[in-house]
């Protein structure tokens, strides 16, 4: 079995534990009343059953099985960029074509927001 994870489903469960911590601190090092210490509790437990919610509703935790077919197969390119920037990008492995994602991201970004500030700069009094 692959259990597969979502980014922010980790950074829930690490706000969740930071948070608890603090929590648990504030219940045993300070004087607060049972009410205090019932509305701490209180918040613990929503904000985790809030979560597992999330988590289940947008399948942030997934449990498959690996796939054995995948491996066998050659990697083929996802992405359809244009010539001069999969020439820039492509780094060949092995004989293999690797694309660095977050280099593509950025070049498409860049070149995004040159269009859009040129049609701005365009429709300009």
């Not at 489903?9 to 009410?35: E, Q, Y």
């Not at 060949?92 to 498409?108: C, N, V, Y």
Request: glycine residues 6%.
């Amino acid at each position: 079995m692959v259990i597969r994870i979502r980014r922010w489903v980790a950074w829930w469960f690490c706000l969740g534990v930071i948070c608890g911590a603090v929590a648990l601190i504030n219940i045993f090092f300070r004087d607060l009343t049972r009410k205090q210490d019932q509305v701490i509790l209180f918040l613990g437990v929503v904000h985790w059953l809030l979560g597992g919610l999330v988590c289940w509703a947008w399948e942030g935790v997934r449990l498959d099985k690996p796939k054995r077919d995948a491996a066998q197969k050659p990697a083929t390119n996802i992405a359809q960029e244009p010539e001069h920037v999969a020439s820039q990008l492509v780094v060949h492995t092995r004989g293999q074509a690797f694309r660095p994602r977050s280099r593509i991201r950025q070049e498409l970004l860049v070149r995004y927001l040159l269009r859009h500030w040129e049609h701005i700069q365009s429709h300009r009094p």
